[in-house]
């Protein structure tokens, strides 16, 4: 009676562990959409002179690879199955979270000032089984170049941040999303954090104070 009870437990489980396993396999052939957003932290200081400054944001998308996905779901084994893909624009979000945070420095958002275009050129996630639970990790990259009116280059730089996402046990769309929105959080700080790109700013930007004629 005992045995034939233990038996039973055992093929339970065994039935247990190969409907888990079948779901997770069915899961993984299936695409996944999620939404990444930045999300800014507070305490931001103002940019001394910023207010006189008017500079416009646009998008690009400067991405060679993955433009249909921002990560890819793997099995156990570590291949790759269904891609997963954002349901908002992440290349408008990243933009989007520059204007944000330059206006948040006090800088004026406005059509006929300084002209930058946020260009991103990666937003994607990988993840990296590892023996008992996976890392998913993801890089946001972006290149930001400002222009006078008639051209002229002010400013260009790069900036890169990676976000991780540790014991991860299911490579799917739900466990990517911490690792992207940190990325993109940390990449868009990296703009706040730049003195240099501040200061081109002000300077390109501000309109020299014209003193007053003496009067005969």
């Known amino acids: 009676m005992i045995e034939t009870l233990q038996d039973k ?19 993984a052939l299936t695409e996944d959409s999620i939404a990444v957003k930045y999300s800014a932290p507070s305490n931001i200081s103002v940019v001394q002179g910023a207010q006189d400054v008017t500079i416009s944001v646009t998008a690009a998308d400067g991405r060679v690879s993955n433009r249909d996905r921002v990560s890819t779901k793997k099995n156990g084994y570590g291949m790759e199955m269904a ?3 954002a349901s908002n624009d992440v290349v408008a979000e990243v ?10 420095l006090g800088f004026n958002i406005g059509p006929g000032g300084i002209a930058i275009t946020v260009q991103t050129t990666n937003f994607y996630n990988d993840f990296k089984p590892g023996f008992w639970s996976a890392e998913a990790v993801a890089e946001v990259a972006f290149d930001l170049t400002a222009k006078r009116q008639d051209g002229t280059l002010v400013y260009s730089r790069s900036y890169r941040a990676v976000g991780v996402n540790k014991d991860v046990m299911l490579m799917m769309g739900e466990q990517a999303v911490p690792a992207l929105s940190a990325a993109l959080r940390d990449a868009v700080q990296l703009v706040v954090q730049d003195t240099n790109l501040h200061q081109a ?5 501000t309109k020299p104070k014209v003193s007053a004629l003496p009067t005969s």
């Open 9 to 27: 437990n055992k093929m339970i489980r065994v039935i247990v562990c190969a409907l888990l396993a079948a779901l997770v396999s069915g899961c």
């Open 95 to 104: 933009s989007q979270a520059v204007q944000a945070e330059l206006a948040s």
């Open 201 to 205: 700013l002000l300077q390109a930007g």
């Open 83 to 85: 891609k997963i893909t």
